[in-house]
């Protein structure tokens, strides 16, 4: 059902922003950006990012379920690209020149504002496919609308890029109506979809290539690398990403939920690995490696994670992730500090080893320089970066595009959170790309990393189907 727009934000309040946006705009002879934020009534994101992702718009979503945080972006203000080795760089000098000459008005805080939204490749030096075209390198945008909902309320931010012949009453008036209160999904969130599945690289051929791996790993080449399969998933109906997004909401609530909409087609997961949090300068990331499957009863569940946590195969992988990023955020920060021992991540399906790492940055960073400093952490791509990147490019045989590399959004202090996309799907009409990795090390046997890599492909499965 159609909703007439609603006139949520006064004229009064953001006519002046405007008129001073143009301003600024005719002294310095470039486009201002003009962001206004205010508290609206209750409404949920999923469902203003659903509403919209439908008829095509560019739109993101993010959502922390058991923290009560959501935000959604749609449409563009402006978008910000970065392309081969200095992609984090690039879109942070763009977005620092942006935000210095900014005028920012109304409410404020964590997630309400300007922010950046989107996220970059896992390896830019590997030539992309048609998979994934309208997503490249590095793709941040910086959204018309933004509806953030935390702890506190609801807060809806307006963007708009103005330049110095702008008519600052015209578009403050625009503004004034471009919002209007989302409806609920239209599908019900228990409708079935029948999914058919197959294996893009047969599983005697994936297998034959952790048996390499194995071997080059025994040989001293590199100790850990990490390699993804890739399932297409064909369903009778097409895919509703509103009701997809709410089941991994109900399933995942301790996850992070996202989903980035290009070019008619929507990146969803519902990864259970942070990357980096910047907050007040200070640093959040986690290593997460080391996996086991869920028991069907409380005894049998704590016997898999007690098998789990005295592993000496998942606890040796672990050990390298964790030092690995401890030795990277050494060098950007103060105040490092690892969690030992590792414990257990419980989620609906699987269990993890999980450590977390925290420290504060060195002043005058960003949250772009700690994801260029993390990725790819030894989780998704191995150890040595290097030698593993090389293996990864000639033996995967598939274009990764976005999954398993950082996803996520930064504000205009140049904080904000990323993640590792990972327990994704990349959909497209009734069609959808899939991938799950394992980390292969010494010991590793290439029929059991087979069937982990199953067991981290159910929760999509269990989502769309």
């Given amino acids: 059902m159609a909703i007439a ?153 307006v963007n708009a890029l103005v330049a110095e012949n702008s008519d600052p009453d015209s578009l403050a008036r625009q503004a004034a109506h471009l919002y209007r209160a989302p409806a609920a999904p239209l599908s019900e969130m228990d409708s079935s979809n029948s999914l058919q599945l197959e294996d893009v690289m047969p599983a005697q051929d994936w297998q034959a290539t952790v048996a390499e791996a194995v071997g080059q790993i025994r040989q001293g080449a590199f100790q850990k690398v990490v390699l993804a399969r890739e399932v297409q998933v064909t369903a009778a109906k097409i895919f509703e990403v509103g009701t997809v997004l709410g089941r991994l909401r109900q399933n ?53 994670g007690q098998e789990l946590l005295q592993s000496a195969k998942n606890q040796g992988e672990h050990a390298v992730v964790a030092d690995i990023i401890h030795e990277a955020l050494q060098k950007v920060c103060v105040d490092v500090y690892k969690g030992e021992p590792p ?5 609906r399906n699987v269990q993890h080893l999980y450590t977390p790492i925290t420290g504060r940055l060195h002043c005058q960073g960003t949250i772009l320089q700690l994801v260029e400093a993390l990725h790819p952490t030894p989780a998704l791509g191995g150890f040595p970066r290097s030698e593993t990147l090389a293996f990864i490019r000639q033996h995967e045989g598939l274009d990764r595009g ?58 999509m499965l269990s989502a769309l189907a």
């Fill in 252 to 304: 995942f609530p301790d996850a992070t939920i996202f989903a980035v909409a290009r070019e008619g087609r929507v990146f969803v997961g519902a990864t259970p690995e942070r990357l980096v949090q910047l907050q007040a300068g200070e640093v959040l990331t986690a290593a997460l490696a080391g996996s086991i499957g869920r028991g069907a009863t409380p005894s049998e569940d704590e016997k898999l």
């Fill in 343 to 347: 414990r257990l991540l419980k989620l």
């Fill in 5 to 157: 727009a609603e006139i949520i934000i006064e004229y009064s309040k953001i006519a002046p922003l405007f008129e001073a946006g143009v301003e600024r705009a005719k002294k310095t002879g470039r486009a201002t950006l003009v962001s206004y934020s205010q508290l609206v009534p209750a409404a949920d994101p999923l469902y203003f990012f659903a509403e919209r992702q439908q008829t095509g718009v560019n739109a993101f979503y993010w959502e922390h379920p058991a923290d009560n945080f959501a935000i959604a972006g749609v449409g563009i203000a402006r978008i910000f690209k970065g392309a081969g080795p200095n992609r984090f760089e690039a879109v942070q000098a763009e977005w620092g020149k942006i935000t210095m000459e900014a005028v920012v008005g109304g409410a404020a805080g964590w997630g309400v504002g300007p922010l950046l939204m989107g996220g970059f490749s896992f390896d830019p030096a590997r030539q992309g496919t048609a998979l994934w075209r309208g997503y490249g390198d590095g793709s941040l945008v910086l959204p018309r609308l933004l509806l953030t909902r935390k702890e506190g309320g609801t807060y809806l931010t």
């Fill in 402 to 459: 976005w999954y398993g590399a950082p996803l996520g959004w930064l504000d205009c202090r140049g904080e904000g959170e990323f993640v590792v996309a990972i327990r994704s799907a990349l959909l497209d009409s009734n069609k959808a790309t899939l991938f799950a990795g394992c980390g292969i090390v010494a010991d590793s046997e290439p029929a059991s990393e087979y069937q982990e890599s199953r067991l981290k492909l159910k929760a």
